[in-house]
T-cell receptor, first 114, second 113 residues
Framework: DQQVKQNSPSLSVQEGRISILNCDYTNSMFDYFLWYKKYPAEGPTFLISISSIKDKNEDGRFTVFLNKSAKHLSLHIVPSQPGDSAVYFC?????????????FGQGTELSVKP | NAGVTQTPKFQVLKTGQSMTLQCAQDMNHNSMYWYRQDPGMGLRLIYY???????DKGEVPNGYNVSRLNKREFSLRLESAAPSQTSVYFC????????????FGSGTRLTVV
């Protein structure tokens, strides 16, 4: 029972273009969503987050959009750079989750080609 | 500024052997977590510790035990390793709630033959 789903295992984008990574969730009790970035042989690192009271959050080239009615969030990277090539995980948590534990999606591997 | 340190980085075990994965954080975080990463499965929570002295099961706890030794250290033990436990294991820590984000270690790649 996957509560957080990333249905695209991989995405290839040309340098300078927009990368859009998608994530769906099933649990309506989730109220905070995060994106993590992972390079090979390293641990995931926090990228950007959004609270359920918002529908958009920007941080430089990265923007996360949240559509609560569709239970869908997306990460936009504009413009994409070769250094953005990594695996991206979306994650969700709910205020009632003891310990604030995160539920992660399967990950999407982004490849940005020069 | 070490953050979260995991040892060892690599390990090969034979089926039935036991081992303990070590994790330590120096950020004074209250909560600590153990995840495993498998292809197509993402990161799945094994066990977590919301605060010193407490531990709880996550999504995939079978075959594992944990110890929150003190506020800094959270270890994961495999009592009798099985090939299904071949995975990359990540330890993470956070402040009280996940809203602050987790800090992850660099992982332990475990192979059980």
């Amino acid at each position: 029972d996957q509560q957080v789903k990333q249905n695209s295992p991989s995405l290839s984008v040309q340098e300078g273009r927009i990368s859009i990574l998608n994530c769906d969730y099933t649990n309506s009790m989730f109220d905070y969503f995060l994106w993590y970035k992972k390079y090979p042989a390293e641990g995931p690192t926090f990228l950007i987050s959004i609270s359920s009271i918002k529908d958009k959050n920007e941080d430089g080239r990265f923007t996360v959009f949240l559509n609560k009615s569709a239970k869908h969030l997306s990460l936009h990277i504009v413009p994409s750079q070769p250094g953005d090539s990594a695996v991206y995980f979306c994650a969700a948590s709910g205020i009632y989750n003891q310990g604030g534990k995160l539920i992660f999606g399967q990950g999407t591997e982004l490849s940005v080609k020069p | 500024n070490a953050g979260v340190t995991q040892t060892p980085k690599f390990q090969v075990l034979k089926t039935g052997q036991s081992m303990t994965l070590q994790c330590a954080q120096d950020m004074n975080h209250n909560s600590m977590y153990w995840y495993r990463q498998d292809p197509g499965m993402g990161l799945r929570l094994i066990y977590y510790s919301a605060s010193e002295g407490t531990t709880d099961k996550g999504e995939v706890p079978n075959g594992y035990n944990v110890s929150r030794l003190n506020k800094r250290e959270f270890s994961l033990r495999l009592e009798s390793a099985a090939p299904s436990q071949t995975s990359v294991y990540f330890c993470a820590s956070s402040e009280i709630a996940a809203n602050y984000g987790y800090t992850f270690g660099s992982g332990t790649r475990l192979t059980v033959v």
